[in-house]
């Protein structure tokens, strides 16, 4: 099963980009990367996924690389808001019902004023 | 906010009683989810289901039974509490067989003494 890898933790200024990266050199071809955030004492919240090409959603933009080995989430302006910790998740398993996501220690970012 | 709520919130019970959380959701996913969240881990599947009365294990589900008799309703029976399953444990609904793009609820925060 592919494994992801995260710095454990990570400062920022706030109203300056937020990029967190996150390798995955084991993921497979049909394996996509969901990116999730964990504010204190809250339960997890999805941020995004992609499979090969960039993606962008109102939170976040995902970058692949083209060998898939590792991506970068981008936070374009981060607020104290966006402290938490980011979890990079690889998809794993077979066809079926029995998928499931496996979970790294994320990353710690830290916006600062 | 996806409509998913976690019952109880916190509670505080003695080795070797049983104790049943329960999730409930308004979103008709098909999929549910129960991790624990421990210091130094990440989120671990204990236990979920593909629809109404079809559950699977995860990767730690010694010591725990779920059932679901109804599509809105997910419940995780701890047997028989020990010390070590003191835990947050949060329950996720999805429409994808991954698990991906999951919903989190708040979570429950149980302290076996």
């Known amino acids: 099963d592919a494994k992801t890898t995260q710095p454990p933790s990570m400062d920022c200024a706030e109203g300056r980009a937020a990029n967190l990266p996150c390798n995955h050199s084991?993921?497979?071809?049909?394996?996509?990367v969901y990116w999730y955030r964990q504010i204190h004492s809250q339960g997890p919240q999805y941020i995004i996924h992609?499979?090969?090409?960039?993606e962008t959603n109102e939170m976040a933009s995902l970058i692949i690389t083209e060998d898939r080995k590792s991506s970068t989430l981008i936070l374009p302006h981060a607020t104290l808001r966006d402290t938490a910790v980011y979890y990079c998740i690889v998809r794993v398993g077979h066809a079926g019902n029995n998928r499931k996501l496996i979970w790294g220690l994320g990353t710690s970012l830290a916006v600062n004023p | 906010d996806a409509g998913i709520t976690q019952s109880p919130r916190h509670k505080v019970t003695e080795t070797g009683t049983p104790v049943t959380l329960r999730c409930h959701q308004t979103e008709n996913h098909r999929y549910m989810y129960w991790y624990r969240q421990d210091p130094g881990h990440g989120l671990r599947l204990i236990h979920y289901?593909?629809?109404?009365?079809?559950?699977d294990k995860g990767e730690v589900s010694d010591g725990y039974s779920v059932s679901r008799s109804k599509t809105e309703d997910f419940l995780l029976t701890l047997e028989s509490a020990t010390s070590s399953q003191t835990s947050v444990y949060f329950c996720a609904i999805s429409e994808q067989r991954t698990g991906g793009e999951a919903f989190f609820g708040q979570g429950t925060r149980l302290t076996v003494v």
């Open positions: 992609g499979l090969k090409n960039n």
């Open positions: 084991t993921i497979s071809g049909n394996e996509y």
């Open positions: 289901s593909y629809g109404v009365k079809d559950t």
